[in-house]
């Protein structure tokens, strides 16, 4: 099924009028309109049109990007270095303000509400819609306070005895709890790379987001810390909203129930994993994940 993306004014956001992605800009590089099937039948996050230029319009990042990311799903994004998907990542919990002289247009609703409204307040938005980065990030505190650091600060926990229950649970859910329950007053920093993420995955959760976002998750991790990470995505898939940013097919393959594939700042296409792994729709799709180039 060929998606078709709307056009989104600019001011309050209405749909305007439908209109294929290709028409906007022009083909690129033989881009004209995403195929394949960019609906869910229950979305948490809906985009539309989404555009991100840098430098005052200067260099177009993403081109009039339509996609729903569904309830309790794994979304891999894939596509060549520089092809836009870590930056549309960055969009669906705002993290592109961070950058001057980044622009982002079109719409995306988190629950029906628009995430970019003027009024919208990003840091409840960022708790909503959390972020685990490519290279672990602990804090320079305790494996406790890692964690106790988000629920304080949000007001989740009353009193010492629920931020406790707090901690535990997130890093039993994040998979790490009988590897430091007996050490949670020493630093983050001295885990392994695989258990410093899993840690990540913990903080990131503890503040109980509704999405989780992930970019590249497993790029500096060794194959075993690698496979804890995947099983870790597959259990949380229960409770949350997945969107992975990844260079490994493979990765995306086992986690993920649906794929992205980006090229040059366009959805090329979107579907099931499975039929992109086995049947792609585009040719350009058909090049990257055979290896013709990417």
Known sequence: MTSVSTVIDSENRDEIAPVSAGDRDGPQDGFKETVGDIYHPRPRLT???????????AAHAIRNVSLDIGEMEVLAMIGPSGCGKSTFLRCLNRMNDTIDGCEVTGSIRLDGEEIYSKDLDVVPLRARVGMVFQKPNPFPK??????????????????????????ESSLKRAALWGEVCDRLHQPGTGL???????????????????????????????????????????????RYTIVIVTHSMQQAAR???????????????????????TDPQHQL??????????
């Open 192 to 238: 392994s790379g695989g258990q410093q993420q899993r840690l990540c995955i913990a903080r990131a959760i503890a503040v109980s987001p509704e999405v989780i976002l992930m970019d590249e998750p497993c790029s500096a991790l060794d194959p075993i810390a690698t496979a804890k990470v995947e099983e870790l995505i597959d259990e949380l898939r229960k």
């Open 47 to 57: 985009c539309r049109n989404v555009d991100v230029c840098y430098d005052n319009g």
């Open 285 to 294: 799709t058909e090049d990257y994940i055979t290896g013709r180039f990417g």
């Open 142 to 167: 305790s494996i406790y306070e890692n964690v106790a650091y988000g629920p304080r600060i949000h007001g989740l926990a009353a009193n010492k005895a629920e931020l406790d229950e707090v901690v």
């Open 255 to 277: 986690v993920s129930q649906r794929t992205a594939y980006f090229h040059l700042g366009n959805l090329v296409e979107m579907d099931e994993t499975d039929r992109i792994f």
